[in-house]
Structures are given as structure tokens and as C-alpha cells.
């Protein structure tokens, strides 16, 4: 079974431009959740997907979107590029299986990331 | 305020020798917690998760980490380093239900000396 797979790999952007990365979960997984990784503030959560909705969303500010399209394949947009938006960006998925209205496996399957260098 | 706190920034072991990881949570509600590696330039890959059954949990590659409510702590271990252990671990705690409550340690850095 294929991993969760990002793309682009590796990416150079420059201030005020904007970038589209994506996101195909693994077949079957419904649940995309998008996530920034910079040395300075760590993994923090920008949002997550379940059936093309936005369930959940971080503190990040407007100029970072997403979108989940019906066969669970994400995408998410930063406008107005800042250096500041230099990171590895991390997509995963997961198995929901509900069971008496709420559970899930409880494992989140991360791809390898886009790292994006703003310049 | 529901937190995850990973006691140490960087571990540094002798191959062969005993690893531990301390992770501890702040929670007001009985939550779910992983451990995940990621290696460099790589996504996480999960280690082992807690989710209210056996307190002691056994993961991948020789790692085991034990659930104490009463410290509420979930440290990692595992009896013998192995050089491919080097990397980053991630204590994270599902707080609520929802998936985009977790909460991500800020890491630990394990390097593994011959």
C-alpha cells in the first residue's frame, strides 16, 4: 500500500509569491491533517480535512488555506510568501473507523514533506 | 492548560547501552499519547501509542514506553541503543477527541556514539 505522499519535495520561493503544495493520503484514509516544522517553533498544527471539511484549524493567519477535494487529496496555499514561512511542511493522514459514533486508530501517517525555502 | 513537556533536548547514548526518553503531559482528561521518530529529512513514523488498555506499551524496533497516571508521565525506553536510533522522538497527546487537539513535545534529539 502506497505511504502518504507529498509533493513538491523541495521548493524556492521568494517574498510575495505564493505556493501550492499537495497532499495524496494513503488510499482509504479520509483524515489530511497539514502541519509546519521549523527549528525555532517545532511541529505546530495548521489544519485538518475530513471529507473535504475543515474540521480544525490552528493559529495561523489567513494567508494559509487548504482544501481537500473528494477523493481525499489535499492541498494547501500560502499567499504573500514571508521569510518566516521557510519550513518542512508535513501532510498526514488517518483511519477513521467509527464505532459507536467516535473513534479512530489513533495513528497519524505522515508523508516525507515539502520543504519550502522563502528567499 | 493542556500541555506536553519532553524533559530533555538532546540525549546523547553509547551503542548498546539503555535509552530513556521522559515525556510528561498536563491534562485534566485521560488522553491518548504516542511517541513518534522522525529521521532526518523524513515524516514521523509512529513508535507506539497509549490508549487506555495495557499501561505498559511495546512498539517498534525494541521500544517500549509505560503509561503512569499518577506522574502523568510516559517516558520512552529501550534496553539497547542501536546507531540507526539516531534521531528525533516526539512525545504527542491527543487532549480531546479531536484530531486537531494534538499536542506536539518539543522534541528530543537522541544521538548514538560507537
Known amino acids: 500500500k502506497a505511504g502518504v505522499t507529498q509533493t513538491p519535495r523541495y521548493l524556492i520561493k521568494t517574498r510575495g509569491q505564493q505556493v501550492t503544495l499537495s497532499c495524496s493520503p494513503i488510499?482509504?484514509?479520509?483524515?489530511v491533517s497539514w502541519y509546519q516544522q521549523t527549528p525555532g517553533q517545532g511541529l505546530q498544527f495548521l489544519f485538518e480535512?475530513?471529507?473535504?471539511?475543515?474540521?480544525n484549524k490552528g493559529n495561523f493567519p489567513g494567508r494559509f488555506s487548504g482544501r481537500q477535494f473528494s477523493n481525499s487529496r489535499s492541498e494547501m496555499n500560502v499567499s504573500t510568501l514571508e521569510l518566516g514561512d521557510s519550513a518542512l511542511y508535513l501532510c498526514?493522514?488517518?483511519?477513521?473507523?467509527?464505532?459507536?459514533?467516535?473513534?479512530?486508530?489513533?495513528?497519524?501517517?505522515f508523508g516525507e514533506g515539502s520543504r519550502l525555502t522563502v528567499l | 492548560a493542556q500541555s506536553v513537556t519532553q524533559l530533555d533536548s538532546h540525549v546523547s547514548v553509547s551503542e548498546g547501552t539503555p535509552v530513556l526518553l521522559r515525556c510528561n503531559y498536563s491534562s485534566s482528561y485521560s488522553p491518548s499519547l504516542f511517541w513518534y521518530v522522525q529521521h532526518p529529512n523524513k515524516g514521523l513514523q509512529l513508535l507506539l501509542k497509549y490508549t487506555s488498555a495495557a499501561t505498559l506499551v511495546k512498539g517498534i524496533n525494541g521500544f517500549e514506553a509505560e503509561f503512569k497516571k499518577s506522574e502523568t508521565s510516559f517516558h520512552l525506553t529501550k534496553p539497547s541503543a542501536h546507531m540507526s536510533d539516531a534521531a528525533e522522538y516526539f512525545c504527542?497527546?491527543?487532549?480531546?477527541?479531536?484530531?486537531?487537539?494534538?499536542?506536539f513535545g518539543a522534541g528530543t534529539q537522541v544521538v548514538v556514539t560507537p
Open positions: 480535512y475530513f471529507s473535504e471539511t475543515q474540521r
Open positions: 498526514a493522514s488517518s483511519l477513521e473507523v467509527l464505532a459507536g459514533g467516535l473513534t479512530n486508530t489513533g495513528e497519524l501517517f
Open positions: 504527542v497527546a491527543l487532549l480531546t477527541d479531536s484530531w486537531g487537539k494534538l499536542q
Open positions: 488510499s482509504g484514509h479520509r483524515s
